[in-house]
């Protein structure tokens, strides 16, 4: 019966991914309907080349006809399939896929290590802010732009995840990203105890306490609460 369940889960997976035509890894834009000009490929390649720049990984935008609305989860198998993103030549970072039915677009963090510290939500932070900002330009318009704007902003928003030195995502930016996650989980807990602790066990105020505060709080507490 699992044998049966996993075999249909991976047939599911293998369908999904043939949903999109296989990106080809030769370049940046993977455009098989020629949606795009020139002049505007050109342009998409320039801000995939400052993202290789800035990351040391390779950005991949899909292009898609109209009537084809990029899935978020048919990306995900996607990645999932080793000969398209798992290759030494491949060196992926992020694909950002597109098409004139989608003022958003979808956003897929492909590279593990990205992927490990970046919480989930970036997967769709990034097309909503894209929607804001360049959804009422014409599609082709809003792919460069979206090109563009993932080129030069995502790098800043992971570089302040991991805080790379030197330019590298090694591995003291990633313990770096992890302790400070754990920090901030440790204050997020100790917050919600105090508070708890504060709301059963109020501090009290002691007849010996006599400074401004104290008394404030002694004429606040005699006054009628109007809400």
């Known amino acids: 019966m699992k044998f049966g369940l996993a075999a249909i889960a991976g047939l599911a997976a293998l369908s999904a991914a043939a949903a999109l035509p296989s990106p080809s890894l030769a370049g940046p834009i993977h455009d098989p309907n020629r949606l795009l000009s020139q002049k505007s490929s050109d342009t998409v390649l320039q801000a995939a080349a400052v993202f290789a720049e800035l990351t040391g990984r390779r950005m991949l935008v899909i292009v898609l006809p109209k009537g084809r609305v990029p899935d978020f989860s048919t990306l995900e198998s996607l990645a999932s399939v080793p000969s398209v993103w798992k290759s030494p030549q491949a060196n992926i970072g992020i694909v950002f ?78 313990k770096f990203s992890r302790g400070s996650y754990i920090g901030l989980e440790i204050l997020g807990y100790f917050i919600v105890i105090f508070t708890a602790f504060r709301t059963f066990w109020p501090a009290r105020l002691r007849d010996e306490d006599q400074d401004d505060f104290s008394n404030e709080l002694r004429r606040l507490k005699k006054e009628r609460q109007i809400w």
């Not at 970046?118 to 009422?136: C, E, I, T």
């Not at 330009?137 to 992971?158: C, G, H, I, N, W």
């Open 97 to 174: 896929a597109s098409s004139p039915d989608d003022t958003a677009g979808r956003l897929l963090i492909v590279d593990p290590v990205w992927r490990k510290v970046l919480p989930a939500q970036w997967n769709f932070m990034f097309p909503q802010r894209l929607a804001q900002k360049f959804g009422d330009e014409p599609f082709e318009r809003r792919v460069v732009l979206s090109a563009q704007y993932l080129a030069t902003v995502f790098p800043d928003k992971l570089a302040f995840v991991l805080k790379p030195r030197g330019g590298k995502l090694d591995d003291a930016s990633l």
